[in-house]
């Protein structure tokens, strides 16, 4: 039996969640018995919704709606006694508070445990964990996995002496294959964008970004974009497009489903991520998997599975996304030559059947005791 535990689960949306549960599903296909612990609660208007596994909410009625119990330590070990998981998976974020719990009480009831780290740990971050680390001993009790190279990289900074091992984000591939060529092909370039709208992801930086290439391109290009999602930054993006005069080309579509992105996905032709700290950029791996190029910065999550040239291009400063941009916009045998070869080959390395074979790999090291060996370095 694998027991996921996460702080975030659905119904809220997010990176985390959508990883969390489609791994879940992914692994129960395979013939596991999986089981979820949050401190998420349930929606208030559907109530539990059947996940095809069973989920157990370790909830606090508090005057919040963070996920957050402050008696999870004994929750989580009670638990743990109930189900006996032959394997416990915790998922981190930047602040984890339940996940830290289920890491000291798995640790505590001598559980084979794996760590999966979904963000980059800034200074603040790695600072507090060493902390952690001294208190709980949380980097040398667990197997220890990171969801990209740059974020591995990070950790290791916080524990030297502890290796990591790197296991991705999953995706069906299948699921985002094209069925027809680019919908409404001609002279259009069509620019898309899918993210929260935070400051982490830096949409205001996207949308400067996307003002400066559209000063240098010739203005009988026809270029108009897309930007999907929602978040606090939303309001401050609508003024920015305003006072630009932006909003006759740049389309903010708010936050969409699934079947949603990837409909948009079926009319771009390039996809753009100006975040600096992606620990993974999921949504740049959906376009890369539906023929998109790929335009982002180096040294984060998005280059494990981009190479400059190849599936896209990567900038190492906000100046090299708006020449990639117009590169990209005015040389339509590259981004030909990109799409092609994104329509032709699967990043298998992100496909669920690798990410769940590399986790039942992690959850065998955990049962005996084995360190990982393939860490980043």
């Keep these: 039996m694998i027991v996921h535990v996460t702080d975030c689960f659905h119904p809220r949306l997010g990176g985390i969640e959508t990883q969390v549960g489609d791994l879940a599903r992914a692994q129960q296909e395979c013939g596991e018995t999986v089981h979820v612990v949050t401190a998420t609660p349930a929606s208030d208007e559907k109530g539990e919704v059947d996940y095809g596994y069973q989920v157990h909410r370790v909830v606090a009625r508090l005057p919040w709606e963070l996920p957050v119990h402050p008696r999870a330590g004994a929750n989580l070990a009670r638990r743990f006694r109930q189900l ?59 197997i220890v996995t990171a969801v990209s190279t ?80 929602d978040g606090p930054a939303l309001a401050l993006m609508r003024a920015y497009l305003r006072g630009r005069s932006m909003t006759d080309w740049v389309h903010l579509s708010g936050r969409l489903d699934r079947d949603g992105v990837r409909s948009l996905l079926g009319t771009a032709d390039i996809f753009v991520n100006p975040a600096l700290r992606e620990s993974f950029g999921i949504a740049a791996l959906e376009a890369r998997t539906a023929g998109v190029p790929v335009v982002a910065r180096t040294d984060n999550g998005v280059s494990d599975f981009v190479h400059n040239g190849v599936e896209g291009l990567l900038c190492g400063s906000t100046d090299d996304l708006v020449d990639a941009i117009v590169r990209l916009v005015e040389d339509t045998e590259t981004r030909q030559r990109m799409r092609d070869h994104n329509r032709a080959t699967d990043p298998v390395e992100c496909t669920w059947p690798a990410v769940v074979k590399k986790f039942a790999d992690c959850y065998r090291r955990a049962a005996s005791g084995t360190s990982p060996v393939d860490s980043p370095r």
Excluded at 87 to 100: D, K, R, T, Y
Excluded at 179 to 188: I, K, N, S, Y
């Design 84 to 142: 006996q998981p032959d394997v416990v998976h915790i998922h981190l974020g930047s602040v984890s508070p339940f996940g830290w719990s289920a890491v000291a009480q798995a640790l505590r009831c001598h559980l084979p445990t794996v760590v999966t780290v979904h963000s980059m740990w800034g200074a603040a971050s790695r600072t507090m964990y060493r902390g952690l680390d001294r208190a709980i001993g949380w980097s040398h009790g667990p």
């Design 150 to 229: 740059a974020s591995a990289d990070l950790i290791m900074r916080t524990t030297p002496a502890s290796p990591v091992v790197v296991v991705p984000n999953g995706i069906a591939a299948q699921e985002w294959r094209p069925t027809l060529g680019r919908e409404g092909e001609g002279d259009e370039v069509h620019i898309v964008a899918v993210g929260r709208l935070s400051a982490r992801k830096q949409p205001l930086v996207l949308l400067k970004t996307l003002h400066a290439a559209r000063q240098r391109l010739d203005p009988r290009l026809t270029v108009r974009v897309t930007v999907a999602g």
